[in-house]
Antibody, heavy 118, light 113 residues
């Protein structure tokens, strides 16, 4: 069974940093692209970033470029999102998702809440 | 960026009746390999999204056959043949053809009348 479990969310001040983690199990992690998607409170879904199987390619939504960095450790079956220069509008539940063929997100974790506030 | 526009945004439905959600893209979603990477997701209250449909009309493993997807080019539809209570939630379309960025529709909230 595919499982994705996010952690690392919490309350952070504007301008601060946070690192999210996603622990994957139930599939060969190194064979899949992975993604982060976020959802602000009461709002819709927003794609944040994708990372290739070996970490050699990374893509970001414009609003986080230069502030967020995605990475992975295939030996640990883990995906990460390092977020810096955080702003109030980064407040959201952050979901980790597996990317299937055609950039479809076939399995999602339960998410971790990031709140940016002073 | 490809803009995905859903309608309606709110959909009250009587139990046992059909429901239909439209999704239109600002660009043709046929990829160079001939596939169309249009997906539908369901998000039940308090839950994470789950994939229902991929490549326009293919049902994800375990999705009931009362859910079906159709369409081509820029116009797509998700249909529920007979709405059940567990179908309450928000439905999103998403395109994976022209990325980055991957883009979602605004969401359609389905409720029981």
């Amino acid at each position: 069974e595919v499982q994705l479990v996010e952690s690392g969310g919490g309350l952070v001040q504007p301008g601060g940093s946070l690192r999210l983690s996603c622990a994957a199990s139930g599939f060969t992690f190194s064979s899949y692209w992975m993604s982060w998607v976020r959802q602000a409170p009461g709002k819709g879904l927003e794609w944040v970033t994708n990372i290739k199987r070996d970490g050699s390619e990374k893509y970001y939504v414009d609003s986080v470029k230069g502030r967020f960095t995605v990475s992975r450790d295939n030996a640990k079956n883990s995906l990460y999102l390092h977020m810096s220069s955080l702003r109030a509008d980064d407040t959201a539940v952050y979901y980790c998702a597996r990317v299937d063929d055609g950039a479809t997100l076939d399995y999602w974790g339960r998410g971790t809440l990031v709140t940016v506030s002073s | 960026d490809v803009v995905m526009t859903q309608s309606p945004l709110f959909l009250p439905v009587t139990l046992g009746q059909p429901a239909s959600i439209s999704c239109r893209s600002s660009q043709d979603l046929v990829y160079s390999d001939g596939n169309t990477y249009l997906n539908w997701f369901q998000q039940r209250p308090g839950q994470s999204p789950r994939r229902l449909i991929y490549e326009v009309s293919k049902r994800h493993f375990g999705v009931p056959d009362r859910f079906s997807g159709s369409g081509s080019g820029t116009d797509f539809t998700l249909k529920i043949s007979r709405v059940e209570a567990e179908d309450v939630g928000v439905y999103y379309c998403m395109q994976g053809t022209h990325w980055p960025p991957i883009t979602f529709g605004q969401g359609t909230r389905l409720e029981i009348k």
